[in-house]
């Protein structure tokens, strides 16, 4: 029997972050990030707030696809299939149009679609 848990995308800030915090009363939780420092905050955080249950962060950015399927298979080995995803992970890059090239929307369409796609 696998172990029930939640995989949520982009928890190591914000909106992700309180999503970790907030949903690891009453799941198991794998989330990812880009950077140790933002993995490290929300498990620091997680641990001030004792549970019976377990999280585990991860380094990921999910706009590379290798590094999404090298976690997916290991999380899938090690726990089985997670109960639910929450795609959280996005960024926002708002300006003038004027101000905006091809670069910016390629890197919010990246991190927002492409990151998604990776997951499934």
């Not at 498990?43 to 001030?48: C, S």
């Not at 380094?59 to 899938?76: F, I, R, S, T, W």
């Not at 670069?103 to 998604?116: G, P």
Request: glycine letters at 8%; hydrophobic letters at 40%.
């Amino acid at each position: 029997m696998s172990t029930k848990w939640i995989l949520i995308t982009g928890g190591s800030r914000g909106i992700g972050q309180s999503l970790v915090i907030e949903l690891h009363k009453n799941w198991n939780i794998v989330f990812t990030g880009r950077s140790e420092e933002g993995l490290a905050e929300t498990l620091n955080i997680v641990e001030n707030n004792p549970s019976d249950l377990w999280v585990k962060g991860y380094a990921c950015d999910g706009k590379n696809e290798q590094q999404v399927q090298e976690l997916a298979l290991m999380l899938l080995e090690s726990l089985g299939p997670p109960s639910a995803i929450i795609h959280n992970a996005g960024i926002t890059k708002d300006a003038l149009h004027i101000h905006q090239d091809a670069a910016i929307w390629q890197d919010v369409m990246d991190n927002n679609l492409i990151s998604i796609i990776n997951w499934n």
